[in-house]
């Protein structure tokens, strides 16, 4: 029998001529990631190791990046602690303010992490390299700090679930409307500790950002990881964004899959997540009349330049709903400059939006972007869990930029059509 993508690339990284589903590997790493959140617990067990260095200091990322800039005086001393950590340790790649992006957007944009790699990262959506064709994973910090420390960490190898995509995508369909289609198809366990592996033609019609978004959301069905094969786009992208030597690993034809689905791009509609589960979804047609607070385009799931483009798209020469609040956040600096070149920025103002320096504030209920109680929110994020946002009355309804920005427009969930008659 034959090994997945992600079982090859473990194999290769373990040292191994083969690998199989539930086997316990030790696997070296590529790149140890951790953010403001989860870094500075990661600190603190890295020091009970009482190791006096890191194990290479270009493979270790540190992005402050969930409450920054700094929102109380809690995040700042933990900003301080990783700052100083970097320093001391001379960590090459720590990103704040100014340099910063929301993690996720930036590690690929700066060239950090290529096909072939295997990733660490103490974010649970550290499964977004996978678009790449990448092992990555999300762990817990004290993982974080013996990656740190080793270079290596434990992984259970997991079985896979094959997702063959074919067709081409409507107009205003995007990989957002694709990973939500997927998981209001199968469940947020759906995929539990499982690599989500995406081949097919229709591979062709997604681009980069789509398949950035697709997999960043693998672990809002129970995934281990989620995984792209590795086609054309991928290796120009690569080969644009890094100076890294990369690897292709493709599954073998005998590969063993717990599940084989087939999806055609082309009957998928837009689709919204209703509260408070990413798998509750409807079709835009289902939707019905839901009316809206806030509107939120941005993070590591939707905050890239195409995401920015699309929003861009409905809302020139629109103006936002009275009654609605739109928050922009380009997930990177270097996003956020070309979308001043593009005249991205200048749109959104014109508009009535508020556009914000890259943070993943909003997402996760942390600042810049809190509900109060009784109000909703239609984001381009990947969470609507209770409270997630804000109040535990809050809601919050997950869609692509094109929806959301249409719901801006007209103060209720609503689709591009609507707006662009």
């Not at 990103?95 to 290529?114: D, N, R, T, Y």
């Not at 809206?292 to 590591?300: E, R």
């Amino acid at each position: 029998m034959g090994m997945t993508m992600t079982q090859k690339i473990l194999a290769a990284h373990a040292g191994l001529d083969k690998v199989v589903a539930g086997q316990l590997i030790k696997a070296k790493l590529d790149m140890v990631l951790g953010n403001d959140v989860t870094t500075p617990v990661a600190v603190r067990e890295f020091e009970k190791i009482n190791m006096d260095r890191v194990f290479d200091t270009s493979k270790i990322s540190i992005v402050p990046d969930h409450f920054a800039p700094n929102k109380d005086i809690k995040s700042a001393e933990n900003c301080k602690l990783i700052r100083e950590f970097a320093k001391h340790h001379k960590i090459k790649n720590y990103f704040e303010i100014g340099q910063m992006g929301i993690e996720h957007a930036l590690l690929p944009e700066k060239g950090l992490v290529v096909s072939g790699d295997v990733i660490i990262g103490a974010d649970s959506h550290t499964c977004t390299y996978g678009a790449l064709g990448a092992f990555s994973t999300g762990v817990g910090s004290t993982d974080m700090a013996v990656g740190m420390a080793e270079g290596e960490a434990w992984f259970k190898v997991p079985e896979a679930i094959k997702f063959i995509l074919k067709g081409k995508p409507s107009k205003w369909v995007c990989g957002k409307d694709v990973i939500l289609h997927i998981i209001g198809m199968i469940g947020v366990d759906g995929a539990l500790y499982e690599s989500m592996e995406y081949t097919g033609d229709g591979l062709n019609y997604l681009s980069m950002d789509d398949r950035f978004t697709v997999a960043n959301m693998a672990i809002e069905a129970g995934a281990k990881n989620g995984i792209f094969e590795v086609d054309d786009k991928t290796i120009e992208y690569v080969k644009a964004h890094s100076n890294k030597e990369y690897k292709v690993f493709k599954a073998d034809e005998d590969a063993a899959y717990r599940k084989i689905y087939e999806i055609d791009l082309s009957q998928i509609k837009p689709t919204v997540a209703f509260p408070h589960l990413p798998s509750n979804t409807r079709t835009i047609d289902e939707v019905g009349k839901v009316k809206i607070d806030q509107v939120v385009i941005g993070s590591c799931t939707n905050g890239r330049l195409e995401d920015l483009r699309t929003a861009a798209e409905v809302l020139r020469g629109n103006k936002v709903h009275p009654d609605v609040r739109l928050i922009i956040f380009p997930a990177t600096q270097k996003i956020y400059l070309e979308a001043m070149r593009e005249g991205l920025i200048e749109t959104f103002i014109e508009a009535g939006a508020a556009v914000s320096t890259p943070t993943c504030g909003p997402c996760l209920g942390g600042h810049m972007g809190i509900l109060a109680k009784g109000e909703r929110a239609i984001a381009t994020t990947n969470r609507n869990f209770v409270g997630r946002m804000g109040h535990p009355e809050s809601e919050v309804y997950l869609a692509s930029p094109a929806i959301a920005a249409a719901s801006a427009i007209t103060g209720k969930i609503s689709s591009p059509e609507e707006v662009l008659k």
